[in-house]
């Protein structure tokens, strides 16, 4: 049985699960200034590939 307030059990989501808005909005706020954002999300926020495609252009400008 999943959880709506953990998020377990629900496929639909990405890595981060029902935290992944969160996760997104780190991202954004790490592409504008990596200072920003506390260096322990920095390794992840590198990797990190938004689910809905929003953010970074696969194509190389």
Do not use: C, H
């Not at 496929?11 to 706020?29: M, T």
């Amino acid at each position: 049985m999943s959880s709506q307030v953990t998020g377990l059990g629900v496929s639909n989501e990405g890595e981060f699960g029902a935290n992944e808005w969160l996760v997104d909005e780190l991202y954004e706020q790490y592409r504008v200034d990596p200072n920003s954002v506390d260096k322990a999300w920095w390794p992840i926020l590198e990797s990190y590939t938004p689910v809905d495609g929003a953010g970074t252009s696969a194509t190389p400008a």
